[in-house]
């Protein structure tokens, strides 16, 4: 086996600890809002009647009762959120929103080819709407369509690209070694393929908390710290049930994201998988222009156990991914986001990429649980005699696809058949999980054998193709 870049060119252990040693704990791009923007909302207390009552307050939810009240202003729309709004994946991920409703092109190919070009349709569209929906809604969650570069780090994946620019796309770009180090000043790039519209950066957070405010003038009722603990069917619709009260309602909409579902038939249908991300204190204009990067791309690497990384609006870079770790009994659990050793390791990585950044630190490092199913993207449907409908399993790739679901799901709950709901994409269900302890030596075998490829010049495995096979593997 062989050895990757981040392998062969190591920073040296004082810088890596130097630019750790006062990092925060915690969520920047949370951190980062203003108290304005992040209201504390009452628990639920009491009985509360609604139209449309939505578990959970991350972009799923809060997409699917503005959508609600867009489309019928005088429906009664509440949410329930057992934390704050956005504290989870919603206020935790990279920010990165995307077109594509597959988790990239080659994974819906590989399950969906005949509805391949109707998705990639939709997926711009869904991306043009959350574009204009800043000015639609009076928001402001730092949008920037710069596009996402993808470059080679290995000799190996410089003709995957050639490839990729080949297939005529005007708005695929490819970049030769020179060029792809002139565009982002990295040692490490080899050449990079440049999609200039199907990725815009937002700020995480605000997205989230943009969503609720809005929701709230247009006269949403979000209840937060309501964990919610039964799903009840009533001879008028269904009832969410927390600890202090409850929501009887026409309709409902689980948007519970990686914690356990309310609906039995979907408990295997998800595991938790951790990610981790860093970021760095604002660079100073010369740091900024060792490393050019003026169009501002979102930036994500070809390798199984790949890197993403961005600037935000005031110049500092988020640098995550490589470790996606999964822990045995699919639980959420706040022991596991404490990896202090993952965090080494993805600074040591951010230097090999930016090596003229040494001396520049970290202020802070977090972690959050990634909802991740079988077929790598969201899956939908509908329960309780089509009174509840929801979506899950969008494998970190959720920021744009939330808003998509959103609408798909407020179309099932009124029985709409038009071309979103009649997708297969939408109608089937991808396989569910295996129990422990099967699911946890197959998650981490596949792990593995994820690294060795990323080691072999992208070779697969007999286990790699026999998922691949079985319509299991997974293809970023």
Known sequence: MGTTVFERRVPSASVISTSLEHTRTGVFWIDDLPAALRPDRPPLRGGTPADLVVVGAGYTGLWTALLAKTRDPGR????????????????????????????????????????????????????????AAEADYGMDFHFERTGQLAPATEPHQVPWLAEWAAEGDPDT??????????SVASPTYLAAVWEKRTCGLVHPARLAAELARVCE???????????????????TGVAVVTEGG?????????ATNVFPSLIKRNRLMTVPVYDYALMTE???????????????????DLANQFHYYRLSKDNRILFGGYDALYHYGRKVDPRYENRPDVWARLAS???????QLEG????????????????????????????????AGFTGLGVGSTRFAADVMLDLLAGTKNEKTQLEMVR????????????????NATRWSLDRADHNEGRRNVLLKTLDAVGLGFDS
Request: net charge negative; proline share 5%.
């Open 76 to 131: 009664r729309v509440v949410v329930v959120e057992a934390n704050r709004v956005g504290w989870a994946a919603s206020g935790r991920n990279g920010g990165f929103c995307e077109s594509s409703l597959t988790h990239g092109h080659e994974n819906g190919l590989s399950r969906w080819p005949d509805e391949m070009p109707l998705i990639d349709e939709l997926g711009l569209a869904n991306l043009d709407a959350i574009e």
């Open 173 to 182: 770009v490819f970049l030769d070694e020179a060029q792809a180090q002139a």
């Open 217 to 235: 003038e247009r006269g949403v009722e979000i209840f937060e710290r309501s964990h919610v603990k039964a799903l009840e069917n009533t001879a």
């Open 246 to 254: 409850r929501v009887d309602a026409a309709q409902a909409v689980l």
């Open 282 to 300: 604002p660079l100073t204009d010369e740091q900024l222009a060792s490393i050019g990067w003026n169009d501002r791309q979102g930036i994500g």
């Open 349 to 355: 990585h951010f230097f090999t990429t930016f090596p």
């Open 360 to 391: 520049l630190r970290f202020s802070h490092q977090w972690s959050g649980a990634i909802d991740t199913c079988t077929q790598f993207t969201a899956f939908f449907g509908t329960a309780r005699k089509g009174r509840v409908a929801y979506a």
């Open 428 to 443: 089937k269900r991808p396989l569910p999980f295996p129990p422990e302890p099967a699911a946890s030596i197959g998650i």
